[in-house]
């Protein structure tokens, strides 16, 4: 058993930056693939980011590329995303997910955390 704690969010004027966490307890946690997928009002939720249970691969969505940055410390069991240059579009609740398959397809993780809400004003 897995379970995803996100801290991080909150409301930031365009062009800043945040610095998302999510904290994993369970022993499976240094082998799974980790993720960031978000979701904004009235919108299917969307892939973000993942990395490899080494964080040695990384895969972005386009819309990531370049402000996105997603790290993770299996010492401290946690999973980063950096964002920088906030765009109003990236409002959304970002979810933290944990899973065996490496990809941007949300079947691929079989645990999720709670979310933490991103606003970002104009």
């Known amino acids: 058993q897995v379970q995803l704690a996100e801290s991080g969010g909150g409301l930031v004027q365009a062009g800043g930056s945040l610095r998302l966490s999510c904290a994993v307890s369970?022993?499976?946690?240094?082998?799974?693939?980790t993720g960031w997928f978000r979701q904004a009002p009235g919108k299917e939720r969307e892939f973000v980011a993942a990395?490899?249970?080494?964080?040695?691969?990384?895969m972005y969505a386009d819309s990531a590329q370049g402000r996105f940055t997603i790290s993770r410390d299996n010492a401290k069991n946690t999973v980063d995303l950096q964002i920088h240059s906030l765009k109003p579009e990236d409002t959304a609740v970002y979810y933290c997910?944990?899973?065996?398959?490496?990809?941007?397809?949300?079947?691929?993780?079989?645990?999720w955390g709670q979310g933490t809400q991103v606003t970002v004003s104009f």
């Open positions: 369970g022993r499976t946690f240094s082998s799974s693939v």
């Open positions: 997910a944990a899973g065996s398959k490496f990809g941007s397809e949300p079947l691929r993780y079989g645990y």
């Open positions: 990395i490899s249970w080494s964080g040695g691969v990384t």
